[in-house]
């Protein structure tokens, strides 16, 4: 971010009449006006200061606590035997940055996968632990998928704006999915 000040014509003009005024004696006058004239317009001249973009937050000896959805998180997956790495930071990182629950992304990677160990054995799966287009869609890691999914859900004209009982009737459009899915998101609180 940058910050621009710009002081006016006439306030570098009453500085310098204050600045005449205030030393009257006749014989340096001159060299002092003249420097205050040169501080006047230094001052004049627009200035630009370079701000960091965002205020560094002040850090605190004391320790923050632990996000309690981690944890919830993974003890889900233990509970479903979901094989490690379980990407639950993955899985949180995402929900925050679009703005989806948390709950949802493990919560269909249990009804589609059960979390990616049905689909473990076909190429044509993957890394989709969600049922994606299945048999159309791969991706290079869990994490691409994660983020994938979530951003679909979150920004493609399909999904965007809709409540939630209605993205995963567009995911899937059984009538039983929807709430086959908030079933599930509600077993990990």
């Keep these: 971010m940058i910050v621009t000040l710009r002081f006016t014509p006439a306030w570098v003009v009453r500085c310098l009449t204050a600045a005449e005024e205030f030393w009257p004696s006749k014989?340096?006058?001159?060299?002092?006006?003249?420097?205050?004239a040169a501080a006047g317009l230094a001052l004049g001249a627009t200035?630009?200061?370079?701000?960091?973009?965002?205020?560094?937050?002040?850090?605190?000896?004391?320790?923050?606590?632990?996000?309690?959805?981690?944890?919830?998180?993974?003890?889900?997956?233990?509970?479903?035997?979901?094989?490690?790495?379980?990407?639950?930071?993955?899985?949180?990182?995402?929900?925050?940055?679009?703005?989806l629950d948390y709950r949802l992304l493990p919560a269909v990677s249990i009804r589609e996968t059960l979390c990616g160990v049905a689909e473990?054995?076909?190429?044509?799966?993957?890394?989709?632990?969600?049922?994606?287009?299945?048999?159309r869609q791969i991706f290079p890691?869990?994490?691409?998928?994660?983020?994938?999914?979530?951003?679909?859900?979150?920004?493609?004209p399909l999904y965007k704006g809709k409540p939630l009982q209605d993205k995963l009737f567009t995911y899937n459009p059984r009538p039983a999915y929807p709430e086959e899915i908030r079933r599930i998101m509600r077993q990990i609180e």
């Design 47 to 99: 200035t630009v200061a370079d701000v960091p973009a965002t205020l560094s937050k002040p850090s605190f000896t004391r320790e923050s606590r632990p996000d309690p959805r981690f944890a919830r998180l993974e003890r889900f997956f233990r509970r479903y035997h979901c094989p490690a790495p379980h990407h639950v930071s993955e899985y949180l990182h995402v929900a925050d940055g679009y703005g």
């Design 120 to 135: 473990k054995d076909r190429a044509d799966m993957l890394n989709n632990y969600w049922g994606y287009h299945p048999g």
């Design 141 to 156: 890691s869990v994490s691409a998928g994660i983020e994938y999914v979530a951003r679909q859900l979150a920004q493609n």
């Design 27 to 36: 014989p340096i006058r001159w060299a002092r006006a003249l420097g205050t």
